[in-house]
C-alpha cells in the first residue's frame, strides 16, 4: 500500500511564501503521476497543480499561475509545493494525490488512486 504524507502547511501573512512537500512510499514514485488539490472551508476539493513522471509541461489552475511551482526529486520520493506571492483566498487544506499511471495528469479526482491526509495553509490578510 502506497502511503502519501503532506507536510510544510502553516499560518502567514498576504505575500509570504511557503513550500509544502509530499513524501510518498514505495519504490515506483518516479512512475507516478503527481497532482496537489485544496479544499477552503465550505467549499468543494479543486485542483490546484500537477505533473506527469516526466517531470515536464505541469498543469496549473489559472488562479495560482505565476505564483505556484510543481516540482518532484524522484531519488526522495518527494514532492514539492512553492508558493510565492500568498492571498486570503489560497487559505485551504493541501491534499498531495498520486495517479499509478504517470503519462498524463488531471484535475479528476477519480484519476488518483492515493491521497494523503493534508497539511492545513492559512493565508491572513
Known amino acids: 500500500q502506497v502511503q502519501v504524507e503532506e507536510s510544510g502547511g502553516g499560518l502567514l501573512q498576504t505575500g509570504g511564501s511557503l513550500r509544502l512537500s509530499c513524501l510518498v512510499s514505495?519504490?515506483?514514485?518516479?512512475?507516478?503521476?503527481m497532482g496537489w488539490f485544496r479544499q477552503a472551508p465550505g467549499k468543494e476539493r479543486e485542483g490546484v497543480i500537477c505533473?506527469?513522471?516526466?517531470?515536464?509541461?505541469?498543469y496549473y489552475a489559472n488562479s495560482v499561475k505565476g505564483r505556484f511551482t510543481i516540482s518532484r526529486d524522484n531519488a526522495k520520493n518527494t514532492l514539492y509545493l512553492q508558493m510565492d506571492s500568498l492571498k486570503p483566498e489560497d487559505t485551504a487544506m493541501y491534499y498531495c494525490?498520486?495517479?499509478?499511471?504517470?503519462?498524463?495528469?488531471?484535475?479528476?479526482?477519480?484519476?488518483?488512486?492515493?491521497w494523503g491526509q493534508g497539511t492545513q495553509v492559512t493565508v491572513s490578510s
Open positions: 494525490a498520486v495517479a499509478r499511471q504517470g503519462d498524463f495528469c488531471t484535475f479528476r479526482e477519480r484519476d488518483y488512486d492515493y
Open positions: 514505495g519504490p515506483s514514485f518516479g512512475d507516478y503521476a
Open positions: 505533473l506527469t513522471r516526466s517531470g515536464l509541461n505541469p
